[in-house]
């Protein structure tokens, strides 16, 4: 995240006082150092996303909806009825001419495809272009995680160390090198709450501020004098009832984030209301800390300021968010040909503004029965208890072509194949890491274990909910960050505290040390094995075969 390191220390100043740290082993390092590793990890995630994204010269998976319906809003404003063609005839560029008069029925809303469309305009109608934001986006959530994580911990190390994994897994680099929504959902919901921990560390630094007590609590005041000060609070008056200011700008920013998420498709929902309830909680726990520096028995907090702050949170975020959505609909409204776009007046509404708004709902309505209905038998489709075992991946692509083809120099011929599965020395270890993590959240309520949870819970669970509906393991992707950063986190448990004996602090580091870049090795290798069935590089069928580590893989 874009925050200075005034920022950092400023919060962390406010916030030491009142929760202390669990991670502090491992400090902080200098302005140059806390981008330059994120930047370095991101730019690795980049060449990986970039290089030879136009392989496959083929539309992938469900590019065959999401690229044409980009070029539409592109050329028209709104999803375009698509004429019948041929992959090869759009592959490289060759034509253009895809579409007939009308207005397409889109399943999700328009942003995702409108950020697709931002690359086809920058670089045509081809693979490259159509998959370009993805790789795009996909490659800045990296910086995102790295930055974010560094801001929890206070450590630029585990922040390099929550980028790399994020860039070294085999999911997030298939679907940013494929031209679909979900990567998009992730980097908003991702941006969206590094805004609100951002907000979070302000909001607590505001209510450390020294200043005078109201006039109105002279028993604080009393309380105040016989108790020492903070060590980390040079003038310890906390007002567990103040006011803060009305517009909290990185909270407002996370709205309109979490509406740009939910505007790529409809379970960025479920993050504004998951990454809502964490901000409650995050309001509440700063008013029961700034009480309880100051409260010589068990603090108490004003019930008015947690409803105050309750409302100024669902305030703040559900609004933008609202704003956020509609505001991506403007080429639907200003269309003559979008889907429904006169629905009002087919049926009897004439009324200005009112029948536009009358189309829209039930253009909305439509989506929302068949995002809810979709019940298609899939060989691919997966329950959400499975994701994280990696049972049951998608096949995004796969061609077996004759031995002179795409160039393989293997005798016995070669296969293309596109897995989007995630990388299993990742993927394995983060469901461990989610169960010591709930441990760790319960037994220190550390809110940072607490935060990541959240965001696995928001990205995850609600798709338990929905039994019957057709759903895949490439859902994933979108509450990934979060799994990522729980793993991080217990990584960052690993090294002894500063509270520890110096001798057994230092051995215990360097154990510590050794194991987490030996895993890193590992994943590294696990990923470069698996890198040709992620990105559609040509290899022998035994090669091939050897890499499918599941019966399901196949």
């Given amino acids: ?148 994580t560094r801001r929890l911990t206070g450590s630029t190390l585990l922040g390099c160390v929550a980028g790399l994994l994020l860039a070294l897994d085999g999911l997030e680099l298939v679907m940013s090198r494929t031209a679909m929504l979900d990567v ?33 609590r002279p028993d604080a005041h009393a309380r105040s004098k016989s108790h020492s000060p903070s060590p980390s609070l040079p003038n310890p008056p906390l007002d567990a009832g103040a006011k803060l200011p009305p517009v909290r700008w990185w909270r407002l920013g996370a709205g309109v984030c979490l509406g740009l998420a939910a505007s790529c498709k409809w379970n960025g929902l479920y993050f504004l209301v998951g990454l809502t309830l964490l901000s409650l909680a995050w309001d509440g726990s700063a008013r029961a800390a700034a009480a309880s520096v100051t409260a010589a028995r068990r603090p108490r907090v004003p019930i008015r300021a947690l409803l ?9 975020l559900w609004p933008a968010a609202a704003v956020a959505y509609l505001a991506t609909w403007r080429g639907w409204f200003t269309s003559t040909i979008g889907w429904d776009r006169y629905y009002a007046q087919q049926h009897g509404v004439h009324t200005p503004v009112i029948s536009t708004l009358y189309s829209w709902f039930e253009y909305q309505r439509e989506m929302f029965v068949y995002d809810t209905s979709l019940d298609t038998p899939n060989t691919f489709a997966s329950h959400p208890w499975t994701w994280p075992l990696l049972t049951h991946p998608v096949r995004f692509y796969y061609a077996a072509p004759r031995f002179a083809e795409n160039h393989c120099a293997i005798p016995a011929g070669c296969v293309q194949n596109v897995l989007a599965v995630g990388t299993p020395a990742i993927w394995w270890p983060a469901l461990a890491a989610l169960a010591v993590a709930a441990l760790v959240w319960l037994r220190r309520r550390d809110w940072r274990f607490g935060a990541a949870l959240a965001g696995v819970a928001a990205g995850w669970l609600p798709w338990f909910a929905f039994p019957g509906r057709t759903q895949y393991f490439y859902y994933a992707v979108s509450f990934e960050p979060f ?53 559609g590089r040509p290899i022998s069928y035994v090669a091939w075969i050897a890499r499918m580590l599941m019966p399901d893989w196949v």
């Fill in 1 to 148: 995240m874009a925050e200075s390191e005034a920022d950092i220390e400023s919060g962390r100043s406010g916030i030491r006082g009142l929760i202390p740290g669990r991670l502090s082993g491992w400090a902080a390092s200098a302005t140059l150092r806390g981008w330059a590793g994120p930047l370095a990890v991101a730019g690795i995630g980049a060449w990986l996303r970039f290089a030879d994204l136009s392989t496959p010269q083929d539309v992938v998976f469900d590019e065959a909806y999401y690229a044409p319906q980009a070029y539409g809003i592109l050329r028209f404003g709104a999803e375009h009825v698509v004429s019948s063609f041929t992959d090869s005839e759009i592959v490289g560029g060759k034509s253009t001419d895809i579409f007939v008069y009308g207005g397409q029925f889109a399943a999700h809303p328009p942003f995702g495809k409108v950020e697709i469309a931002a690359g086809e305009w920058l670089f045509g109608l081809n693979p490259f272009g159509w998959r370009f934001a993805a790789a795009f986006a996909g490659s800045l959530a990296i910086l995102l995680l790295a930055r974010i």
């Fill in 483 to 535: 799994l990522i950063l729980a793993l991080t986190l217990c990584l960052g448990l690993l090294p002894a505290p500063r509270s520890a004996a110096a001798s057994v602090s230092r051995r215990r580091r360097l154990v510590g040390g050794a194991v987490v870049a030996g895993y890193l090795v590992v994943v590294a290798l696990n990923l470069a094995y698996l890198y040709p069935v992620l990105t």
């Fill in 184 to 216: 998009f959902v992730m980097f908003w919901a991702l941006a969206g709450f590094g805004c609100l921990v951002i907000d979070r560390d302000r909001r607590r630094a505001r209510l450390a501020e020294p200043g005078p007590r109201p006039e109105a």
């Fill in 308 to 316: 105050r702050d309750g409302a100024g949170t669902v305030a703040g």
